[in-house]
């Protein structure tokens, strides 16, 4: 007789049980990390350094090719091209011979404050950081002119009607000029929405702690 060979049993393969974790509180309400929020900075720095680049390029053209005093009518006579140095602030603004110091120290403190208004912008908050980074463009283009030239500002863009004109202003003008307009508006449109809410403005400084 034939014996016939025994099967040992075959063992199920133990399936692991699953192994619970706990997370903790800290690690549930920790804060979305820098990578994850809405990026503020682009708009600020696009335009800040548009504002530079442009006000540097147009007043050294207007530096080496214009004709100093001599008006160059571009659009008639409402839009002009006249050399002049400026060693004051934008408009004619001047305190004698102390101007070039004076009006440089008050353009680093305003640049300080400005940064700081940036520092504590709500990530996302495009409108604010635009309007900031023409204002900082602005007062940097004419603060690169002033430690430049001891001349003064080279303002060149000359607009009125006959002998009604504005004052002769630059591209750094123009910058400061609309990113202020800018930033009132985000101001007062992010204070309405505070006022609606009954909390604080977005971009209030004790509503969130300032990004680094």
Request: proline share 8%; charged share 15%; glycine share 10%.
């Amino acid at each position: 007789m034939t014996q016939e060979p025994t099967q040992e049993p075959t063992q199920e393969p133990e399936q692991a049980t699953p192994r619970m974790t706990r997370t903790s509180p800290r690690a549930r309400s920790a804060p979305p990390s820098v990578s994850a929020r809405p990026a503020k900075r682009p708009a600020f720095w696009w335009a800040a350094a548009a504002v530079v680049a442009a006000d540097v390029a147009s007043k050294y053209v207007a530096h080496t090719r214009l004709p100093l005093h001599v008006p160059q009518e571009v659009v008639g006579d409402a839009f002009r091209l006249t050399l002049s140095y400026n060693p004051g602030a934008a408009f004619g603004m001047h305190v004698g011979a102390a101007s070039r110091l004076v009006f440089t120290g008050l353009t680093v403190l305003i640049v300080g404050f400005l940064w700081q208004l940036y520092r504590e912008t709500a990530p996302g908050d495009q409108r604010r950081a635009l309007a900031l980074g023409l204002v900082v463009g602005g007062a940097l283009g004419n603060l690169v002119n002033r430690l430049w030239s001891a001349r003064g500002v080279v303002d060149f863009l000359d607009v009125g009607i006959g002998d009604v004109r504005f004052w002769t202003f630059n591209v750094a003008d123009v910058g400061v000029s609309v990113g202020a307009v800018l930033l009132v508006w985000a101001l007062s449109r992010e204070q309405a929405g505070a006022d609606a809410t009954g909390g604080s403005a977005p971009g209030d400084a004790r509503a969130r702690p300032a990004d680094p």
